[in-house]
């Protein structure tokens, strides 16, 4: 069994997690690793504060270099390595050396593809001058931070008001850019309730960022060098001497698709809990594979971060020989704009509302700390409950001071099937630097009752 | 039934989030509050942070008034009147006018002994000397800043490595003193792990702070002119303009135990989850009663902050004839020096070892965010589970950057019994300011494992 070779697609999160796994599993195993890129295991959700300053050169982001997975785990990686095709039934993929230009066939007993996911990027006029990114990978972020420094723009357009698109509005206002940000939507934050991203929006607005909401990025004017000038979107026409895309990702499952892989939510590859394919011997991990989720008891796309670690973690347990399962997700994300931190979990109201689901909601204000507290601010937050059981079924928060990392004691009750009441009699912690003496989600959770 | 005269004595906490319960239940009775002190509903856990510096007024701390009281909600709060005795047979208590310097019986229909709790004050050599303080009011934080402000001493010793003296430590440091803390314990903290107090003492240290630990106090020094000169603890004499004993506090039972009403744990009334006293129409919340551990499946002694809200809250519904219990507690508890943040919930090890739980446990180190992340500082976690059941009984935590409020994730798994392997398998949320990929609690989880 450990003599079988392991080739793994991808040498980023999903796809070392589960390399590593198996060497510490199975010390003599072949494993073989194609990327197609120069880097390996970096942290892609430090890209923005790489390029808003915080972080100082992009090489931190790197977790581990592709020599120390060779020398200190013996695992061949090998980055500028493409593969293209996958040929289920000889059991090899095609791999094209990117460096040398040259394609060769790789043999495989087990393979695990974290191809991850790519931006999408729309079809419009112009999508290809000069100055407009779409972060891909820790090279582009690259790229994009020596397009700046080059051609030290003044303006920027963010396209897309999401997770990224907010984190990259913090980056380039904190690089002095003056920054735009659309979105088709008529609101920032799409996987949260209108109302609850109102107060992220205008703080972004009260910072200095121009939000223009329900309006539709339709195209892009260049100047004579080939070089973005101009965003049309809607009714607008947006000076931008940079654009950044962030109109979310897909999954790079085509190159499975191709080979009879079956795919499922959101062109994802199709994958049980124990993160194998439909294919024998073929598993999959990370931004390129579904994920199941908790409440909607269905398999999911949720491409983040925490999930592809974890799922490359089971699934290299799982080829490893050892039994792991993939516990789920409840679709949990923070992020923030400078001192404005925004979480959520589980059900949106409108998801709760498209799935059928009966519920009750309450949404509070509370400040951030005791409210004598110096700086105490503002923390909003909006709880879901389920009308029959009264259990917890999602929450969402808004504010200063830990709203982000709040959200976990949702998240624990919302795993446990707690109920509202539950929640409101959990013996949570307080002193006045932290929090008022009913802590925002208990308030919340009071009014619910 | 809302004819029944409702008499409360103590207008803190506890007692005037009862008396505001009963009041919003039933708007025509009457409610009479005694207040021995000058002041109801203060944030007697903002003091430390008045006397830092950090909260500019006194003033600031009270939550409400006695006139609001009456004026808004019709309770008639009657401060600086003590009641000293109580008389069951007759329904009726001995209250002594303070102001007036007279007594006089006033009877009552229903009781809430809501009389809080007392510092502990040594009964040792020279404790009388003037500037030697111990926090049991607001009045007694302003009459600890005048001291300060007329005195101007340059050294403190603060006895007691407690929450309390931790929290005076930082306000005494914040004003430019110089402060000696003692304990007659080997660590700060005793309610935590040795081993995880360590980085505690460490960093107040290193900001300043001298450390004794294993001393006992002993007595006091006088000036000439009756103040405090210098303390004697063991090896030890310290200078010290000003002291402050922070050895713990004992409920304020002694009125009821003269009554004939039932006392338990660590003195305090003893009270159903319901906060009936074994005496008939007599009710007891906050600092001066039992709360039920919900670990230790028995009524114990724990006076904070949050406990005497939830009390006094639960005991006002059931006086207004309503149906509460209180939830119980786990021992939760946080607090900080400056930027090093401490919290605990359910057993520490020591607990689980004498109460004779088999027990696993862990301790681990992370990053408190992304290690990439500027200002990313430590976070140590230890986690206990119980051997038989996998079930998490406890975590303890120290750090920077939520290391205090991320302890309320731990607060629910234990409530909701959760194994560790349900712990490491929850949907946490991550972005690089605030947390690394793994979560430190489940780094911990993942370890004990």
């Known amino acids: 069994m450990s003599k079988k070779k392991l080739v793994v697609i991808g040498g980023d999160a999903a796809g070392m997690s589960a390399a590593s796994k198996v060497r510490r599993e199975q010390a003599g195993r072949e494993i073989v690793v194609f990327e197609k890129g120069r880097h390996t295991s970096y942290a892609a959700c430090g890209i923005p504060y ?13 977790a581990r270099e592709p020599e120390i997975f060779r020398k200190k785990q013996n695992i061949d990686v090998r980055i500028l390595h493409e593969v293209v095709r996958i040929d289920t039934g000889e059991k090899r993929v095609l791999v094209d050396d990117l460096s040398e230009g040259k394609k060769f066939w790789e043999s495989y007993d087990e393979l695990l593809i974290a191809t991850g996911a790519s931006p999408v990027v729309p079809d419009i006029d112009g999508v290809n001058a000069a100055g407009i990114f779409a972060l891909s990978s820790l090279q582009s972020g690259i790229d994009l931070f020596r397009f700046i420094t080059e051609n030290k723009p003044e303006t920027v357009v963010i396209a897309g008001g999401g997770y990224i698109g907010i984190e ?58 080939g070089r973005v000038r101009k965003v049309l979107a809607g009714s607008l026409k947006l000076e931008a001497g940079l654009v950044i895309l962030g109109l979310g990702v897909k999954p790079n499952s085509d190159i499975a698709g191709d080979a009879g892989i079956a795919t499922g939510a959101g062109g994802a590859i199709r994958v049980n ?14 931004d390129c594979a579904e994920s199941f989720h908790l409440l909607k008891d269905r398999q999911v796309y949720v491409p983040l971060g925490t999930v592809a670690n ?51 909601k309450t949404i509070i204000e509370s400040p ?63 002193a006045p630097p932290f929090s008022p003496v009913w802590d925002p989600v208990q308030t919340a959770a009071r009014t619910l009752l």
């Open 273 to 286: 809990k124990r993160q194998e394919s439909g294919t024998e011997g073929i598993w999959a991990a990370g």
């Open 368 to 430: 951030s700390r005791s409210s004598y507290f110096p700086g105490s601010g503002k923390m909003t937050v909006k709880l879901i409950a389920e009308e029959k059981t009264g259990r917890l079924i999602g929450g969402q928060i808004v504010g200063m001071h830990g709203a982000a990392k709040r959200i976990d004691t949702v998240v624990a009750a919302v795993t446990a099937g707690m109920t509202v009441q539950q929640l409101v009699d959990m013996d949570l912690s307080y």
């Open 310 to 360: 974890k799922q490359g973690l089971v699934a290299g347990t799982n080829i490893s020989g050892g039994r792991a399962e993939f516990p789920g997700v409840l679709g949990t994300a923070i992020t923030r704009f400078r001192e404005m931190e925004v979480s959520r979990t589980g059900f949106a109201e409108k998801e709760a509302k498209e799935l059928g689901v009966r519920y009750r």
């Open 50 to 62: 790489f390029l808003g300053g915080l972080v100082e050169r992009p090489e931190m982001l790197i």
């Open 168 to 225: 990259m509005a913090e980056a380039m206002a904190d690089r002095g850019l003056k920054v735009s940000l659309i979105d088709m939507a008529g609101q920032v934050m799409t996987t949260m309730d209108e109302e609850m991203t109102r107060p992220v929006a205008e703080y972004m607005v009260k910072h200095g960022v121009k939000v223009f909401l329900g309006e539709k990025l339709e195209g892009f004017e260049k100047d004579p060098e």
